[in-house]
């Protein structure tokens, strides 16, 4: 979405700062327009004015909805053990003081 925004204009960064900040509505399903209802006002008279501003807008209503479907699974009891084990096993074999770069 970051590659849509006019980068040299304040106000369009503002409006990505904006559109980050949203919260997750659950699993709500919002239009753009609804969307908007939730910028503050100065991002809300941006999106109005800045097409380049509303299709991103737009698709952020579009990812949103996306996962709002989606189901979430929990993890079952071994995985962070089972994680834990396979980050000290490789670092074991990169040996001390090495990055995983």
């Known amino acids: 979405m970051g590659n849509l925004f006019q980068r040299e204009s304040k106000d369009c960064r503002s409006f990505q700062d904006a559109l ?3 919260p997750v509505k659950g699993n709500a399903r919002l239009s753009a327009e609804e969307w908007i209802g ?3 006002a100065a991002e809300a008279k941006h999106a109005g004015e800045c097409v ?3 299709t991103a807008l737009e698709e952020f ?3 949103r909805n996306a996962l709002a479907g989606m189901a979430t699974v929990e993890a079952g009891p071994w995985f962070v053990s089972r994680v834990m084990a396979a980050i000290v096993e490789g670092a074991g ?3 001390p003081g090495r990055s995983l770069e």
């Open 93 to 95: 074999r990169r040996g």
């Open 52 to 54: 380049t501003c509303h």
């Open 20 to 22: 980050e900040d949203l």
């Open 38 to 40: 939730e910028l503050p």
């Open 61 to 63: 209503a579009e990812t």
